[in-house]
């Protein structure tokens, strides 16, 4: 089946911003009926999310952040993430980012899938990886870079998820992931660092 009868093709381009990691666009599109429409979106270098797993005396815990962030001006719960580097790898990133923002390194990986939390109006991209056999080093922060890492149990953040306290929606997509995993209904295949 094709989709052409929804694909809108691009006639013209305007640059609206250029700033650090987002670049803005707005595109005069010719729409499937022909008419033409404008089409206002950021292009967003891509990123991933860790669930890093922490197997604890007492049962399975999840090592999670809080974080102030800007835009909606509170503080969120998440899970570990961040953009990539130009030309970086994603698992690497992911790496790169679960030691800076949490101190941990982890012996096991698994690709989840990828979300794109925002398509009205950004290019972005998220890749998530669970991580499990985790050791604790020292954190890496960025300059400028505040939060706090704590674990939880995966019930706690479902309470969370359910009552509101968590609206971060890739962290929302990683509790619905986590669910699946736990249940056994989304299996992953893991692979061991070198």
């Given at each position: ?16 911003l250029?700033g ?10 010719r ?8 089409r ?7 990123a991933v999310?860790?669930?890093?797993l ?8 999840l ?6 962030r800007y835009?909606?001006?509170q503080v969120?719960?998440?899970f570990?993430?961040?953009?990539l580097d130009?030309?970086e ?7 790169r980012?679960?030691?800076e923002e949490?101190?941990?390194?982890a012996r096991?990986w698994?690709?989840a899938g990828?979300?794109h ?5 950004s290019?972005?991209?998220?890749e998530i990886?669970f991580?499990?056999?985790?050791h ?11 939060l706090?890492?704590?674990t ?5 953040l479902?309470a ?8 971060d ?7 619905l992931w ?11 295949t893991w692979?061991?660092v070198?």
């Open positions: 089946m094709s989709d052409e009868h929804l694909i809108e093709h691009r006639i013209d381009r305007q640059e609206l250029r650090h990691f987002l670049h803005a666009f707005r595109d005069t599109v729409l499937p009926d022909q008419k033409t429409a404008t206002e979106y950021v292009v967003h270098p891509g999310m860790i669930i890093p922490l197997q604890e005396p007492d049962g399975l815990k090592v999670l952040e809080r974080q102030y835009p909606v001006g969120m719960i998440e570990p993430a961040g953009k130009p030309g790898d994603r698992w690497g990133c992911a790496q980012e679960l030691l949490t101190g941990y390194t096991q698994a690709r990828v979300l939390p925002v398509i009205a109006y290019t972005e991209v998220i990886w991580a499990r056999d985790l604790l080093g020292n954190r890496q922060l960025d300059d400028g870079e505040f706090d890492v704590f939880a149990t995966p019930t706690e479902m969370w998820c359910r009552e509101g306290q968590v609206t929606a890739k962290t929302l997509t990683g509790a986590l669910q699946n995993m736990l249940s056994g209904d989304w299996p992953l692979q061991s070198a």
